[in-house]
């Protein structure tokens, strides 16, 4: 089998290098990423005579061959480099399917920053590479990438080209951008105008000029946004309330909780980067970001950037045409328009009838057609497919661009030049990054493919999705499995299911919950639930899910006595505060009272919980043993009094590090349960837990 693919590959290797015209090594117009920077290094395990270094050198016709079925490929770049997708022209012989994995590089750590994500890469008689639709990557900054590929069959895995897509953020912040083309305004201060806080640059800052102030961000169009991140400055170092409200059918809705941080001051102006704020998620016209700081210090912001959880890991090749066959330019919904139509009408592109008929302006140069949905849509693919006619082909179009209306103008999304080969009803596919939704979209054709009367497009397809989506999808772990709940949605048929990118449900489902088992315990797996809508599959809401069994410590890592969920309480605190007995840190601190007798370290949950186990464990340190706890109770809250659940005495043979279970019988939920510890182990000075945990009856 090897011997065989080595024999054509290499007649392969001889006739693209005989048939394939050569290509400018500067422009790759049918990529839509950019080149790697300039000075990237690249490394892999290759083939005789095809390395790495043709996977980057600008040429469609060179290619690295990994000389077996498997293979990565790794690029480092010479400074971390905002990554958002990553684009790759492949080659196979014979065509098969290949899975990709994309990782990234940061602080000299290798994670995967994508789902295996399945693609199909051709075979080409003119020896031309599949250009693969991109792959989305956890936005960030990289100082390198590494691409794993998987063939299915016995093809090599040959990659001509990669391209990367450039994410839209700023080093430090998490998030993304507001899209190019929002405003921004707000009253300030003379020098620190609001739009300094989209500037990209941490260091410069709007300053409302009082404790008081509103930025109000209006985007081009509908924008997905589920959390806000905000780096923020104040003289003096404050608490400061934030709250967001945000723009939705033309009418302002507060979007967020107010909350509350605590903000810094830098003499360099560094700001303090907050928790981000969850809004609830959807497609905004607007925002508003409401500052109230106590005190004197003055409301400023240095930069904002925003999070979205809506817009991601698209299945590839699961979407659907979302146009509906139409039988006039608006029927049955929409509306179609065009620079004129003189042979064809414009629906005639979009009825599904591969006749001789379709859109045919009055000339061959500068037409448009134009579809516009009844509501926005984010589209992230097309097809064209000329006329079923000899003349198909020279009619169809060659140079063009790909727009959306935001409202004012149209935005480019998509622009192809020099696209020949066309067979009559064959259609080509055209991809493209876009997470805006947009309720209209034209082809602008500036030429055709020769004809010297007509240009004609036969049928054309719209691929993407409405923004009837998936909402508040929530991933429920349990035993090597997850269950999945989301809201239902009136307009769905059924749903699909995705594990890592690939589907799972054999049938549509009919619920608004799934449960995926048979899952390995503390793997994160990549979830992901999409609608069967009419006119076809929505976009997938994504989450990420870990399986755990229900044996496990609901008290989360504690960061402060109150975050990120519920209250630490405790007697008192000498060394150690009362959240390190709950930070799941096992180094020398935990909470250390200033007495070894009579002291208390309670916990306080969001709702009340069925406690039936706990577990302590000593700090990290050769006293740790004599300083934990050697009688106690464990007491719940009933909200009059403390009861008594568990009461222990003379436990002794602690060793550092290493927890003791307790469990006991309960069957009563308390929001808070406390340990009262009347005596430690033996040191004269100290009482210290270094951690504890609770768990819940199953
Ligand atoms: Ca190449
Ligand atoms: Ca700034
Ligand atoms: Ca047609
Ligand atoms: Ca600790």
Redesign the pocket.
Known sequence: MKTKTALLLSIYVCLMVLLVPSVSASSLPSMQGEAVPSGTVVTGESYSGSPAT???????????NSGSSSGTIQLNFTSPTPISGVQI?ANAFPETSEVYTIYGLSNDKWTRISPPTTLSVKWNSQYK?TILDPISVTPGFYSGIKIQVNAAGYSWVA???ISILRANICSGLDGEMPPKGTTITGTSYPGTEAVNAIDCNLLSYWNSGSSNGMLQLNFPSATAVSSINIAANAYPETDVVYTIYGLLHGSWNQISTSTRYFVNWSPQYNPTLLTPISVTPDYYDGLRIQVNATGTSWAAISEITLSSSLVTGLPSDSKANIIPPMSSNNFPSGLVESSNANLGDGYQAFDRQDNTQGWTPNSVQNQWLSYKFASPVVLVKYTIKPVNHTVGPSRAPKNWKFEGYDGTKWVTLDTRTGITDWKATVAKDFSFVNNTAYDKYRIFVNDNNGDPQYLTIGEMEMMGFDLNIVKNLVATPGDHSITLSWNPLNTATGYNIYQDGVKINQSSVTTNTYKITGLTNSNTYHLGVSALLLSGESATTLVIGIPTPSDFNIIPKMSSNTSPSGLVEFSNAYYGDGYQAFDRQDNTQGWTPNSVQNQWLSYKFSSPKTIVRYTIKPVNHVVGPSRAPKDWKLEGYDGTKWVTLDARTGIIDWQATLAKEFTFTNSTAYDKYRLFVNNNNGDPQYLTIGEMEMIEKN
């Not at 043709?54 to 690295?64: K, R, V």
Request: net charge negative; glycine share 6%; charged share 20%.
């Open positions: 043709n996977a980057i050198d600008g040429d469609l016709t060179t290619y690295w022209a590479p990659i001509s080209e």
